[in-house]
């Protein structure tokens, strides 16, 4: 079965950057669609941006459009999410998720602080 694990979070000033990497076991990414999420403290767990399969399009959230990239590289079976210009609401847990016919994995999280 697949299993997740992201890494890359950390402390970083505002307008920083930080790019965050997802890592697979037990089966490739082939077929799955994937996606970031993120939870702030007293919030909600929201999406971040995904991805389709075929790695032909992609989405994202308003608050981060322009500034977040998500990528996979299906020949390391990794995912990613570049965070440039980042702000204090990024603060968050964020989570890599792939989807596929039979449901979704999730990633145990990696905690982005922004701060100064």
């Known amino acids: 079965q697949l299993q997740l694990v992201e890494s890359g979070g950390g402390l970083v000033q505002p307008g920083g950057s930080l790019r965050l990497s997802c890592a697979t076991s037990g089966s490739t990414l082939d077929g799955y669609g994937i996606a970031w999420f993120r939870q702030a403290p007293g919030k909600e767990r929201e999406g971040v941006a995904c991805i389709s399969s075929s790695g032909a399009s992609t989405n994202y959230a308003d608050s981060v459009k322009g500034r977040f990239t998500i990528s996979r590289d299906t020949v390391k079976n990794m995912m990613y999410l570049q965070m440039n210009s980042l702000k204090p609401e990024d603060t968050a847990v964020y989570y890599c998720?792939?989807?596929?016919?039979?449901?979704?994995?999730w990633g145990q999280g990696t905690q982005v602080t922004v701060s100064s």
């Open positions: 998720n792939a989807r596929r016919y039979d449901g979704d994995t």
